[in-house]
T-cell receptor, first 115, second 114 residues
Framework: AQKVTQAQTEISVVEKEDVTLDCVYE???????LFWYKQPPSGELVFLIR??????QNEISGRYSWNFQKSTSSFNFTITASQVVDSAVYFC????????????FGKGTKLTVNP | DGGITQSPKYLFRKEGQNVTLSCEQN?????MYWYRQDPGQGLRLIYY???????QKGDIAEGYSVSREKKESFPLTVTSAQKNPTAFYLC?????????????FGPGTRLTVT
């Protein structure tokens, strides 16, 4: 069965600090996809990244970076030089290949960036 | 502007009443989904549909029903059989292709049943 664990329920940092959000997943499939979403206070989920299980390259997009390690079943997300606008709940999600495109979500990490 | 609309944003109902939540997309996506979110919880899948006139139960389908008569529309009915209907409901859509693609979400409907 698929499972996504985000052990950090809440994180609070001061602006300009770097912060890493952890995501650990479980799956029996060799082909799967991992996602990160951001949910600001407005409630709508915003897609951030999709990564397939065969691509272990780390990715950087501006202040955001993602570290995918199959050996530890982790897909961690780092925000560099955090800003107040980064305050949100961040969700990690997993989908197995096979056609249904169902996403299994972690419980989310609430990030608060204080000025 | 392409996107997903959900209406209304806030909905209040009395216990025992059925209520239908609207979800419309103009992204030309084949797949649509309904999720439920409770405070401090991740999203849980209620129903999904990959093609018109066909849909599948998700993890928590009991007490809910859906229809998919048009590609653009996937309304969710919360029936009186749903024991705990107060929650935030999110609709999403995605393309259907080899592999799993990102889902795009609507703004959500916050349902309160008293």
């Amino acid at each position: 069965a698929q499972k996504v664990t985000q052990a950090q329920t809440e994180i609070s940092v001061v602006e300009k600090e770097d912060v890493t959000l952890d995501c650990v997943y479980e799956t029996r499939d060799t082909t799967y996809y991992l996602f990160w979403y951001k949910q600001p206070p407005s409630g709508e989920l915003v897609f951030l990244i999709r990564r397939n299980s065969f691509d272990e390259q780390n990715e950087i997009s501006g202040r955001y970076s993602w570290n995918f390690q199959k050996s530890t079943s982790s897909f961690n997300f780092t925000i560099t030089a955090s800003q107040v606008v980064d305050s949100a709940v961040y969700f990690c999600a997993l989908s197995e290949a096979g056609g249904s495109e169902k996403l299994v979500f972690g419980k989310g990490t609430k990030l608060t960036v204080n000025p | 502007d392409g996107g997903i609309t959900q209406s209304p944003k806030y909905l209040f109902r009395k216990e025992g009443q059925n209520v239908t939540l609207s979800c419309e997309q103009n992204l030309n996506h084949d797949a649509m989904y309904w999720y439920r979110q409770d405070p401090g919880q991740g999203l849980r899948l209620i129903y999904y549909s990959q093609i018109v006139n066909d849909f599948q139960k998700g993890d928590i389908a009991e007490g809910y029903s859906v229809s998919r008569e048009k590609k653009e529309s996937f309304p969710l009915t919360v029936t009186s059989a749903q024991k705990n209907p107060t929650a935030f409901y999110l609709c999403a859509s995605s393309i259907v292709a080899s592999g799993a693609y990102e889902q795009y979400f609507g703004p959500g409907t916050r349902l309160t049943v008293t």
